[in-house]
């Protein structure tokens, strides 16, 4: 019961938060900075950060770096976003999961210092993770930058230790730009002036801007590779080779800052890693209980071009023995059809659904559309359950179901499924 009610606390309090500013999204530091200001700057009282921007990958390379360090003996306070069924899944304290009572007093002492004035929610809540960063023990800070980079909420950190940017590809367009130059240049943003950059391998336009960015910084900058095939990943799919590659460099530098990080310790961190919503195996709930053990059912929270290619080429490489169907929901500020493109030749069905509680959520008769349109053979279906009960109608030999394109559906699965 106790805990039921600091849920309900802290829910009531991120309700008021998110009426502070008519805009969920309204790029800009200057509500950001008076706040801190007001907090007394915690973002100048933390332990070494490690900033990461980008596309895809972004948390990947923070789940890869946290268990490296949590198996190098070191405490990270962790900052990503979205979350995916509660929000304390955003701030983790010394490694673990903040507590309810302890979000609940960091965002009421954010909104009583913020006095009203319009902020908006991420904002805020940055600004509460900052604090409690800076008021609780750890040896390391890593920090997700939300969207962009150069007017990100995170990009108050004056001195990290190095910044990562994962790969750049098109997504939040009508915030950051309608070229992937454009976008890459407000993620390289987040390079600082003689702080190391570690760059994952981009498309050639990307990484033009970034290295003219860091030169123009005077960031010193590193290009990461892959890691080898052989070595054991926690995650799936041939692309996170790419993220533990940008967390093996972080990994270099944060040695030469002084963290004593055994090759053991990498290993084991990159064979421990675990971020759900990323090409996940779903092992319980009600999509399961519907179609029958014999069917293995998978959850992604991709919904960008990018993400599209990533799970097709994992479909081709390691799908190939029994048929894909697919369990669709996306917002309509995303390319539909760019993201179902590449999965189209792979997919024998798709069911399309509308997301629970989302306003911007596309409805299940336009996303079945764009779905046809892109040659996947598709019905409409009024959730997740009734979906699961209309593919087991077909009467389709037991296959491989993927639950995909949003990662706020991915949290309507997870609210219900482990």
């Avoid at 500013?21 to 200001?37: A, F, G, N, Q, S």
């Avoid at 997700?144 to 001195?159: F, K, P, W, Y």
């Avoid at 990159?270 to 059912?297: C, I, M, N, Y």
Wanted: with cysteine; hydrophobic share 45%.
């Amino acid at each position: 019961m106790t805990e039921l009610l600091e849920t309900r606390r802290t829910d009531a309090i991120l309700e008021r938060l998110m009426r502070l500013h008519p805009k969920v999204i309204d790029l800009t530091l200057d509500r950001v900075y008076r706040l801190l200001e007001a907090l007394g700057n915690p973002q100048d009282r933390l332990p070494p950060v490690v900033h990461v921007a980008g596309t895809n990958g972004k948390g990947s390379t923070i789940a890869f770096l946290k268990a490296i360090l949590t198996e190098a003996g070191y405490r990270p306070h962790v900052y990503t976003s979205p979350h995916l069924v509660r929000f304390a899944e955003r701030i983790a304290l010394g490694g673990a999961q903040i507590a309810e009572p302890d979000l609940a007093s960091y965002l009421e002492r954010c909104e009583e210092a913020n006095g009203g004035a319009p902020i908006t929610y991420f904002e805020i809540t940055t600004c509460a993770a900052l604090l409690a960063f800076a008021e609780n023990p750890a040896d390391i800070v890593l920090l997700e930058v939300g969207l962009g980079g150069r007017l990100d909420a995170t990009n108050v950190i004056g001195e990290p230790v190095c910044t990562a940017i994962t790969p750049v590809s098109m997504d939040h367009m009508q915030f950051l730009g309608n070229t992937l130059a454009a976008i890459a240049g407000e993620k390289a943003a987040i390079q600082k002036p003689d702080i190391p950059s570690i760059v994952a391998p981009q498309q050639p336009e990307a990484m033009r801007v970034i290295e003219d960015t860091a030169r123009e910084a005077g960031a010193p900058m590193t290009r990461a590779q892959p890691v080898a095939d052989d070595r054991p990943l926690g995650l799936a799919g041939d692309h996170q080779r790419i993220n533990a590659g940008v967390a093996a460099e972080v990994v270099s530098v944060l040695r030469r800052a002084g963290f004593a990080i055994s090759e053991d310790a990498v290993a084991a961190g990159f064979a421990k890693a675990h971020w759900r919503a990323r090409l996940q195996k779903l092992q319980t709930g009600p999509v399961l209980d519907v179609l029958g053990s014999d069917w293995e059912v998978w959850l992604d929270g991709g919904h960008n071009a990018a993400a599209g290619e990533i799970i097709a080429t994992y479909a081709r490489r390691r799908w190939d023995d029994r048929p894909l169907h697919l369990i669709v929901g996306m917002l309509n500020t995303k390319a539909v059809g760019d993201f179902l493109r590449p999965l189209a030749s792979l997919t024998q069905s798709a069911q399309a659904i509308p997301i629970p509680g989302e306003p911007n959520s596309l409805s299940a008769e336009e996303l079945c559309a764009i779905a046809q349109a892109e040659g996947i053979d598709s019905s409409e279906a009024t959730g997740l359950e009734a979906a699961a009960v209309s593919l087991a109608a077909t009467g389709a030999a037991p296959g491989r179901l993927l639950i995909c394109g949003s990662l706020y559906l991915s949290g309507e699965v997870l609210a219900t499924h482990a």
